[in-house]
């Protein structure tokens, strides 16, 4: 298989579970809900020792800086976080696994990993399913496959995703054209990021847009397919953009965004993401280089807020952080740069 790793940033596996006899989770009473939440919990805890679990409302075991970190970081949504006092989250030791319990619906697995990887993303999920759909009640239908609060996930309760970055077919328009194609596919290609923590710059999510009519492998199968196609196609960009001799005004962006990046006395997250977007661009194009192969992914995770107030060590205030993300991009880039 070719090197996509320039393009394709992660995979992940999404499945969708409810217990039979009790109400989605906006419609619980806080008393059905401990009942939903321990059972789940139970059963989830027991199939693997190191799974952890975080009661989002008990601040006594976690703090809410380490809460809204999780959300920054995809492991929860802002459902989770609001909606409910009754709702928690089981994560592995590395926060590959994460198991939502009381969101939209009971269950939500989830599995994300690195690079293209969405098939063994799908083989470690399903592998936990079938443990859950073994000891729990779970609501399915013969005829359309498993209930979920929101009638557009019902069937497999599957979402599988690929985040792509892709710059030169964003450049050159044709991004749009694509866009247009999947979707007579039963695909999706949104350039927001999953809940909507931030938008990233030329950064795109891969997704099946049905959940019914086929087997959860046949969907799985094809975003890999199609996401390497795109990525194909990505990779015919690029080398158009050095050909026709539009790589100066890449370059051109690229040392702006560095320049600002470098330069700036403050800077917010939505500009800062932009900015980090044009230099990941100039890495891929070979315009810049690091030390460190796609450190500027785990980048655009520190400078989003609490991860960032994290990483002050909570010394800095929130009115404080723009100017902070300044100097802390300004050290990383500098000290990371070797071309």
Known sequence: MKDYSSIIVSSKVRLLRNLIGFEFPSMLTEQEGIKVLN????????????????????????????????????????????????????????????????????????????????????????????????????????????????????????????????PALTLSGKIREITSTLQSQGLDLSSMNDDEIESEAYTYTLSNSQTIGKKETDYVVRVTEFAIKIADMEVKARTDMVSYQKIDD????????????????????????????????????????????NFIDKLMQDILPYSLTKISESKVTYLELDKYRATFLSNVLKSKRIK
């Open 39 to 166: 059972k789940v919990a139970d059963t989830v805890l027991n199939l693997d020792k190191s799974f952890k679990i975080y009661r989002i409302k008990t601040l006594s075991e976690i703090s809410e800086l380490d809460v809204n970190i999780m959300h920054e970081k995809k492991l929860i949504t802002s459902r989770l976080m609001d909606a409910y006092g009754y709702g928690a989250v089981v994560l592995s030791e590395n926060e590959d696994i994460s198991i939502m319990i009381n969101e939209s619906d009971h269950i939500s697995e989830q599995c994300m990993l690195k690079g293209l990887n969405l098939i063994n993303a799908y083989d470690r999920i399903n592998y936990i399913d079938n443990q859950i759909l073994s000891k729990l009640e779970i609501a399915f239908d013969d005829s359309i496959g498993f209930l979920t609060s929101n009638i557009a996930d019902v069937g497999t309760g599957l979402k599988a995703g690929v985040t792509l970055f892709l």
């Open 250 to 293: 890449v370059r051109d962006k690229v040392y702006r965004a560095w320049g600002i990046l470098t330069n700036c006395y403050k800077i917010n997250v939505a500009e800062s993401s932009e900015l980090l977007g044009e230099i990941k661009m100039g890495v891929a194009l070979d315009l810049i280089r690091f030390k460190e192969v």
